[in-house]
């Protein structure tokens, strides 16, 4: 599509927008993702916009084709699996603890320095991928003590980004506070890299020289926009993780940790620049496992509750067993009670001769009388219920004779 169709009338930009939507293909000839177009047409909808064109592409009843022609390919992209949003993953404990183990194995080399203090700015202000990356000044930042005398950055100057694009909107509210007494501390990198910093060069992000130079880290080199986009990418590799991060999940990684951490929605906007709870919620829709385990607690208590209780000693008790004083029989007890069950001359005696019996336990039938050698200790080995001393005890049987 030319790039100066803010010349053309309304007409002739609603068929050109309209073939645009249908045979928009990236370089392989795949078709784009739904949140993809989206955003193109919202990006062309600013473009027209900033060059004075008066016309709305997104609601405008002049363009009526395009419109037909956008929800046509965007029910296509969902049918075919398209239409969900990929969202960027945010960085596991495991990485970022090998991550920081990388970057600060030497903080007195140039690289490893710059890649810690680009991952604390990035993390601590919720920074996007690579917007602005490359026009940050060293000015932009500075460091302070808190009432409490806590040294912490902050940023002095606002910008504008794509969620602020007004000069009266501020991008971030952030602040990276020091650690005390740990070597990760992001303050005293900070401070230590601005010192480093090449003199003759505003910019914060410079080239790293290979050899240091009266204190100097860094060459009178800006670096570019593309590399800076690409940060994350090296960091991952360099520092041997199996998943290549890029910038923006350092952005979920900063909505992640806060929103695990219970901390209100209003507040993580002022730092990451959300204008909306809902624009948010795409970073905070995973729940992580911390999480998972407490709700299922939660609800694990509830059930618990149903059925137990506590009593004055405040030891849990199950309500469905009876705490009764319940004593078994004696050998004595319990040889007469089995006697005189196995005494009637109902046939049982019959029906015991093809029962396999346990070994060293003699066995005799006699006028239905069930002798037994050595009572006490056979009926010890015999595989039998417990018996519990009780008032009365009856015992059927039902002897079904073969058919």
Same mark, same amino acid.
């Given at each position: 599509m030319s790039a100066d169709f803010e010349n053309f009338s309304s007409a002739e930009l609603d068929e050109k927008l309209s073939t645009f939507y249908c045979e928009m293909r990236n370089k392989k000839g795949e078709m784009y993702r739904k949140s993809?177009?989206?955003?193109?047409?919202?990006?062309?909808? #600013?473009?027209? /916009?900033?060059? %004075?064109? @008066?016309?709305?592409?997104?609601?405008?009843t002049e363009f009526k084709l395009s419109n037909k022609a956008f929800k046509s390919m965007t029910k296509e992209m969902k049918r075919k699996g398209l239409g969900n949003v990929v969202h960027y993953p945010a960085i596991t404990d495991e990485d970022l603890e090998k991550i920081y183990s990388f970057v600060t194995s030497d903080l007195e080399d140039a690289q490893l320095l710059q890649y810690k203090v680009f991952l604390d700015l990035m993390l601590h202000f919720g920074r996007r991928g690579r917007e602005n990356l490359a026009n940050l000044k060293r000015d932009d930042f500075a460091v302070t003590t808190s009432g409490n005398g806590i040294l912490y950055v902050y940023?002095?100057?606002?910008?504008?980004?794509k969620n602020h694009q007004d000069d009266n909107d501020k991008?971030?509210?952030? #602040?990276?506070? /020091?650690?005390? %007494?740990? @070597?990760?501390?992001?303050?005293?990198?900070?401070?230590?890299?601005?010192?480093?910093?090449?003199?003759?060069?505003?910019?914060?992000?410079?080239?790293?020289?290979?050899f240091q130079k009266d204190g100097v880290f860094y060459d009178n080199s800006p670096l570019g926009h593309n590399k800076l986009g690409s940060m994350m990418k090296e960091i991952s590799r360099k520092a041997g993780l199996n998943t290549i991060y890029t910038n923006h999940s350092c952005r979920a990684t900063t909505v992640h940790v806060l929103d695990a951490a219970q901390i209100p929605s209003r507040h993580i906007m002022t730092v990451t620049g959300h204008?909306?709870?809902?624009?948010?919620?795409?970073?905070?829709?995973?729940?992580?496992?911390?999480?998972?385990?407490?709700?299922?607690?939660?609800?694990?208590?509830?059930? #618990?509750?149903?059925?137990?209780?506590?009593?004055?000693?405040?030891?849990?008790?199950?309500?469905?067993?009876p705490n009764f004083d319940i004593l078994p029989l004696t050998d004595s007890q319990e040889n007469a009670v089995l006697t005189d069950l196995l005494s009637t001359d109902d046939g049982f005696d019959e029906f015991l001769k093809n029962v396999e019996m346990p070994q060293n336990v003699n066995v005799v039938s006699t006028n239905s009388q069930l002798k037994v050698e050595n009572n006490v200790k056979a009926w010890n080995q015999f595989p039998i219920p417990l018996m519990y001393n009780c008032s009365n005890i009856s015992i059927n049987y039902n002897i079904l004779p073969k058919q």
């Open positions: 993809t177009l989206i955003a193109y047409r919202h990006g062309i909808q #600013r473009h027209l /916009e900033k060059g %004075g064109k @008066s016309v709305d592409i997104l609601k405008g940023k002095t100057t606002d910008e504008k980004t991008a971030s509210d952030g #602040r990276m506070y /020091e650690i005390k %007494g740990s @070597s990760r501390c992001p303050v005293r990198s900070f401070i230590k890299f601005l010192k480093r910093l090449n003199p003759k060069c505003d910019r914060l992000f410079q080239k790293a020289r290979i204008k909306s709870e809902s624009s948010l919620k795409t970073y905070s829709g995973i729940t992580d496992e911390n999480t998972k385990q407490v709700m299922s607690e939660k609800i694990s208590e509830k059930i #618990r509750e149903k059925c137990l209780k506590k009593d004055d000693s405040t030891n849990v008790q199950d309500v469905a067993t």
